[in-house]
């Protein structure tokens, strides 16, 4: 239970960090609320750690008139207590609030979290549902890439050797956008078995605009399109909820090593319909 | 106040040092020139080993010696203490030799300057294997056509076989009107303390003596084997129990990693230190429950449950442990519990697997029994139409029947004789606190609104404070102040406070004057040690009878002191004082230095010193029961489980603390609550275990433990001379019964059968439903 | 132990410290084994027990889940610095022994560095600030109702 050896930088500005993260083996150090453990069972055994920590402008939450910039080294305690995030994008900040435990969040970041990539985790799901978009810094260039691209699978994702996510841009909602997440786990703070992320914009009576996935269902998060495109063109007095309905017999391919995604087919359409009662009640 | 201290919930004298940091666990021992071992466990669930090369290994910085089977072969096996003559011998040992039988199993210890440089040598160890076929199913384990055997030699993978034979239950069946049958399906789960196992070897004592520091429950046992191990006196061996961070019965085992420690330690003249990681806890401590019942009752007319036969088998995995064949004793010789039923027969097979070793964890065989004997009462009671609890009033052995001769026997404590209770009582006081006949009405009422709510009861008699002795030694010193030495090893159960108090009460003296020492070999020179429920009842006991020696040669020493006539002074607030003349006595301070070595033998006394010890040898088992109601509510939509309401009226005799009884009571049913509804240790299809640490083998935390309501009952025992029994597994053993009834019960209207423990999580419970939706439809 | 090392300042219970550590030497190692405060126990190693909640900053973290080289310049709390120097308990372990909440006491001093933690945040949390403290911490003896006792009765209800 003890790390493999390696060694370590803690360089202090990110051309620094780049040029490091170029050597073959090595492996970006944010939170470490996943690396670290896995570290331990030496599950990884990276030959350098770059500690992004002594990098300046990391770690900011910034808004211009569209969107939050989520910096790589923003952690879930941060987040959770940003009023702009709790007020744009509130989803986000319901979400966080079923990762890990207290210490826990007050470590790990948002990026961190979407690079590792776990199919039980929250954030990524939050990341697709919002049409987050990721910025990817490697020494030779930058690119975006979306939330619905960055996840490839089970614990794998886009992002290329030698490159670091630079920030995790999220579109706002309007103003009043309110967000439900619902999930169902053997106990408090365990892996989700089956989640739903719900954010609902709403005037007038009708559903602006929804944002809804599921995780736990498949190896990558799961945008449930009919779901929201049944919100968004619901009548004012449809029973919102039983929409959920809709995400009945989505396909769903089996989470690899794990026995629980018919599970989640299963309960997925209550669980979609709960995530909207609990939105709708938040509006 | 000394007097009337028994019975009070006194704060515990351990918590100071607990709360500040100051406690000292195994893994706190830091002694010089210390090494670190890392164990190299088998990767295959079953396999001839063809090679082991350590010339890498050795060659990495910081290596100082590599053991694998071959250095260690000329050593016993580690010892199964409850194997009966007739039992097969797989006993485990001390590192792998040709064969492995279980993923974990150890096949070679690296030892190293520090844990690091340790574990990176371990990475280096080649071990060629070739599998061999791997037999995780009990049922084929046990079959006449085993998909393989572990131990050829013996020809069978069944290790030994407990049978209970009571009555005629043939004749019975014969006249039965009605007969039940089911198979209860028992899963893999796991003591899993916070604090892993852990050793210090330290081979640097003065003559060479061994020092073994080791995350134990039973110190004294744990020098008896490794003696017996390494061929050496015991006098040879210290070991020592520091502060231990729970066992729970996972602890009261004696391992391979006691052993091979102090055989690294003793070939590199250098302290030892292994401590268990978590992920290999849960290989390399065994496990626990496995089981598959199958259960007969012939049941008359009137709801009289006349007989019972079980056969059993338990999946004790790849080798007998220690305590091997007690789960499988213990639930055959206690199926029964508080019901008369006066027909019985029980075969019940120990099954060797290609898992890690399954022995004790708290409850030991009582929780499976419990759960069969009241999921069956549960079915008889709702098939013939009769009030379950009725149903089990008409079976239940009233006080009256009191004591009850059983006719079975429990391996190494001996006969099951129920000595004290009020089982009926205890259900009655039970259902009143648990309010049973409105939470009947709201069970209704929600049923109506289409919730699924459950209501399970579960009483049970349950063997407590086994022999077959334990040890008191009280000393008072010329400061007043009393030391005691206790045979027992409690690691969290609060036995020092509960044994201060019954020593204070003895001697009329606050209780925090009294220090309580244990778990040291070369303190403590005889011990047997904490499990079965056994520690403030047996060790608590033998604390008060030297105490009360104390007293009584006090009394002849101030009776010279006070130049009065013994039969004239009394005890009173921890002074001897003569009857009816104020102002003249003496103090215990007082006494006690009269009697030391540099004064005069006082007159009349054979030995110096205020200083006594006592054995306690224990006549018979002491039999403690409870009754248990839980309220269950599932999700209809996702398959959760939650507790809602929990109560429970426990009845282990005398209580010494109240408060720390209580305890007892909630963190059993925290464990029972785990095991049915989150704990499992599963094996995919080529024997590796699925669990690798606490990210995916869920205990439960505060957010699914119910409100708990706690009643108490004291039916003194005969069998204590203070009227003690044990309380510290009960709680376990009517949680796995009431949650388990509270569960079948809530799905009863859906048309699931419940035949087992789960664990009901929501995907076996949403697979339940499924399933009984199919067969209803088909 | 590591080929790599560093120099670390990092202050603990009060107290600063220069240190040179191997890169890949845990806090918890660090804490325990380098400077001997064994109060912070490892019950898991992967961060779900909570036994080695220390507090970094003022904050909770897993020293289990922390580099030692990423403690660097920060103020290390744990269960050491709680008590009186004169051994007398701090509000919060008198609240723990008066209502029961520990028993053998491994994870007890996690607890009560979220505790402390907690209560300095929120002098007197309310019943959803103390349930996400106990998300955070495993405890395999008390059941825990004893330990909400105390949370509850150290923010002033019960």
């Known amino acids: 239970m003890k790390p493999a050896p390696f060694d370590y930088e803690s360089p202090a500005t990110l051309d620094e960090a780049?040029?490091?993260?170029?050597?073959?083996?090595?492996?970006?150090?944010?939170?470490?609320?996943?690396?670290?453990?896995?570290?331990?069972?030496?599950?990884?055994?990276?030959?350098?750690?770059?500690?992004?920590?002594?990098?300046?402008n990391l770690r900011g939450i910034d808004a211009d008139a569209h969107s939050l910039r989520i910096g790589p080294l923003v952690t879930f305690a941060e987040a959770a207590a940003s009023s702009e995030l709790r007020s744009a994008c509130p989803l986000v900040v319901e979400a966080i609030r079923h990762v890990g435990s207290p210490a826990i969040r007050n470590r790990g970041t948002l990026a961190g979290n979407l690079v590792w990539a776990d199919p039980a985790s929250e954030l990524p799901l939050v990341a697709v549902a919002l049409r987050a978009v990721l910025t990817l810094r490697h020494r030779d260039g930058v690119r975006e890439v979306e939330a619905a691209d960055f996840f490839l699978g089970a614990f794998e994702t886009a992002i290329r050797p030698g490159e670091?996510?630079?920030?995790?841009?999220?579109?706002?909602?309007?103003?009043?956008?309110?967000a439900g997440f619902a999930e169902v786990s053997l106990r408090r703070n365990a892996p989700a078995l089956a989640a739903v992320a719900v954010q609902i914009e709403a005037a007038d009576g009708r559903v602006r605009a929804a944002r809804?996935?599921?995780?736990?269902?498949?190896?990558?998060?799961?945008?449930?399109?009919?779901?929201?495109?049944?919100?968004?063109?619901?009548?004012?007095?449809?029973?919102?909820?039983?929409?959920?309905?809709?995400a009945a017999g989505q396909t769903i391919a089996g989470l690899a090593g794990q026995s629980t995604a018919g599970y989640a087919g299963t309960v997925l359409p209550a669980l979609v319909g709960r995530a909207i009662a609990s939105t709708l009640a938040a509006l | 106040m000394a007097v009337g201290l028994v019975g009070t919930p006194v704060r515990r004298l351990e918590d100071h040092r607990l709360l500040t940091g100051k406690a000292c666990y195994v893994a706190d021992i830091v002694l010089p020139h210390m090494l670190h071992m890392a164990v190299v466990r088998s990767t295959r669930a079953h396999a001839e080993i063809m090679d082991i090369r350590t010339a890498a290994a050795l060659a990495?910085?910081?290596?100082?010696l590599i053991l694998t089977g071959e250095d260690v072969r000329d050593l016993g096996p580690l010892p199964c203490i409850d194997l009966f003559p007739d039992s097969k011998p797989a006993l485990h040992r001390v590192l792998a030799l040709d064969k492995v039988r279980y993923v974990g199993e150890p096949v070679a210890v690296v030892i190293a300057d520090d844990v690091y440089a340790a574990e990176d040598a371990a990475e280096l160890v080649e071990i060629y294997y070739r599998d061999l076929p791997v037999v995780l199913d009990l049922e084929e384990a046990a079959s006449d056509a085993p998909p393989a055997l572990l131990y050829p030699e013996f020809g069978t993978n069944v290790a030994n076989i407990c049978r209970q034979e009571v009555g005629d239950p043939d004749a019975a069946f014969a006249g039965a009107a009605h007969v039940f049958e089911e198979t209860f399906r028992i899963h893999r789960y796991a003591a899993a303390p916070m604090e892993t196992r852990g050793v210090v070897a330290d081979p640097t004592a003065q003559g060479g003596r061994i020092t073994l520091h080791t995350s134990t429950q039973f110190p004294h046992l744990v020098r008896a084997f490794l003696g017996g191990v390494l061929g050496i006196p015991e006098s040879e061996i210290r070991v020592v129990a520091?502060?231990?961070?729970?066992?729970?019965?996972?602890?009261?085992?004696?391992?391979?990693?006691?052993?091979?420690?102090?055989?690294?330690?003793?070939?590199?003249?250098?302290?030892?230190?292994?401590?268990?990681?978590?992920?290999?806890?849960?290989?390399?401590?065994?496990?626990?429950?496995e089981q598959v019942h199958a259960m007969r009752a012939a049941v008359d007319a009137d709801g009289v449950v006349t007989a019972v036969t079980l056969k059993s088998l338990t999946s004790n995995g790849a080798a007998m442990f220690t305590l091997a064949t007690t789960p499988a004793s213990i639930s055959s010789a206690m199926l029964r519990g508080p019901y008369r039923i006066p027909n019985y027969r029980a075969e019940s097979l120990s099954v060797l697997t290609s898992k890690t070793p399954l022995a004790v964890y708290r409850g030991a065989g009582h929780p499976q029994a419990v759960l069969c004997m009241e999921l069956m009462m549960d079915r008889i009671a709702r098939d013939l139409g009769i009030d379950r609890i009725d149903l089990r009033r008409r079976n239940m052995l009233t006080k009256q029947e009191l004591p009850s001769d059983r006719g079975t026997a429990i391996v190494l404590a001996g006969k099951v004789v129920y000595d004290s209770g009020d089982y009926p009582g205890c259900l009655d006081r039970v259902l009143e606190l648990a309010g049973w006949d409105d939470r009947l009405r709201r069970q209704a009422e929600a049923r109506a609104q289409g919730r699924i709510v459950g209501l399970g009861v579960a009483c049970f008699v349950e063997e407590t404070a086994i022999g077959p002795y334990e040890t008191g030694h009280v000393r008072v010193d010329g400061s007043g102040k009393v030391t005691v030495l206790t045979g027992a090893s409690p690691h969290g159960q609060g036995t020092a406070t509960a044994i201060a108090q019954l020593v204070a009460e003895e001697l009329q003296i606050p209780f925090t004057d009294v220090t309580v020492r244990h778990g040291d070999t070369d303190v403590v020179a005889d011990g047997v040690g904490t499990f079965a429920s056994r520690g403030g009842a047996i060790a608590g006991a033998a604390a008060r009878?030297?105490?009360?020696?104390?007293?009584?040669?006090?009394?002849?020493?101030?009776?010279?002191?006070?130049?009065?006539?013994a039969v004239d002074i009394e005890w009173v607030d921890g002074r001897a004082a003569i009857v009816g003349v104020p102002g003249r006595s003496v103090t215990l301070a007082e006494i006690a230095r009269r009697a030391t070595a540099w004064n005069s033998l006082p007159t009349g006394l054979s030995s110096f010193n205020l200083d006594e010890v006592a054995h306690h040898q224990v006549p018979g088992i002491s039999f403690a029961n409870a009754a248990h109601v839980a309220e269950v509510e599932i999700d209809r939509d996702t398959g959760t489980v939650r507790v809602l309401d929990y109560a429970v009226v426990h009845d282990s005799g005398r209580i010494i603390n109240p408060m720390i009884v209580e305890g007892q009571v909630h963190g059993g049913i925290a464990q029972g609550l785990g095991g049915l509804l989150m704990e499992e240790i599963a094996y995919d299809a080529a024997g590796r275990p699925l669990v690798s640490g606490f990210q995916d083998y869920f205990l439960p935390t505060s957010a699914e433990m119910p409100e708990i309501r706690t009643g108490f009952m004291e039916s003194p025992t005969p069998l204590n001379p203070y009227g003690m029994k044990g309380a510290g597994e009960g709680g376990t053993t009517g949680a796995v019964g009431a949650i388990a009834g509270a569960v079948a019960d809530a799905l009863v209207p859906l048309g699931v059968r419940v035949a087992g423990d789960g664990p009901f999580t929501p995907p076996a419970v949403m697979a339940l439903l499924a399933a009984a939706r199919k067969g209803a439809g088909a | 132990m590591s080929r790599d090392t560093r120099e670390i300042t990092v202050t603990v219970n009060g107290a600063p410290k220069r240190l040179t550590v191997p890169v890949r030497l845990l806090l918890s190692d660090l804490l325990r084994d380098v400077l001997g405060l064994t109060g912070t126990h490892v019950g898991c190693g992967q961060g779900p027990c909570g036994s080695c909640t220390v507090l970094a900053d003022g904050g909770t973290v897993r020293s289990c889940l922390m580099l030692a080289v990423q403690a660097d310049g920060m103020?290390?709390?744990?269960?050491?610095?709680?008590?009186?120097?004169?051994g007398a308990l701090h509000r919060i372990q008198e609240a723990f022994r008066e209502h029961h909440a520990l028993q053998c006491g491994f994870c007890t001093p996690g607890i009560v560095m979220a505790t402390v933690g907690l209560l300095r945040r929120s002098p007197h949390p309310s019943a959803d600030e103390r349930a996400e403290l106990m998300e955070g911490h495993l405890c395999r003896c008390t059941g825990y109702r004893n330990i909400d006792a105390a949370l509850a009765a150290l923010a002033g209800e019960g």
Do not use: N
């Open chain 1, 18 to 56: 780049l040029a490091l993260l170029d050597r073959p083996g090595a492996c970006p150090l944010a939170g470490g609320q996943s690396l670290i453990p896995s570290l331990s069972t030496r599950r990884m055994r990276p030959d350098l750690l770059v500690d992004l920590r002594r990098i300046p």
């Open chain 1, 164 to 178: 670091i996510v630079i920030s995790i841009r999220i579109p706002k909602g309007a103003t009043g956008a309110r």
């Open chain 1, 212 to 246: 809804i996935a599921a995780g736990s269902l498949q190896p990558t998060p799961m945008r449930l399109a009919s779901v929201e495109a049944a919100l968004e063109a619901a009548e004012p007095g449809t029973d919102l909820p039983a929409l959920g309905a809709l």
């Open chain 2, 60 to 64: 990495a910085p910081g290596v100082r």
């Open chain 2, 242 to 289: 520091p502060d231990v961070g729970g066992g729970f019965g996972a602890k009261c085992e004696f391992y391979p990693e006691e052993v091979v420690s102090v055989v690294a330690a003793r070939r590199l003249g250098r302290p030892v230190r292994w401590i268990e990681g978590r992920q290999e806890h849960f290989v390399a401590t065994t496990h626990a429950r």
């Open chain 2, 545 to 565: 009878l030297a105490a009360h020696k104390v007293r009584e040669k006090a009394v002849l020493i101030a009776s010279e002191l006070l130049e009065a006539a």
């Open chain 3, 75 to 86: 103020e290390i709390e744990t269960i050491e610095g709680v008590a009186a120097g004169d």
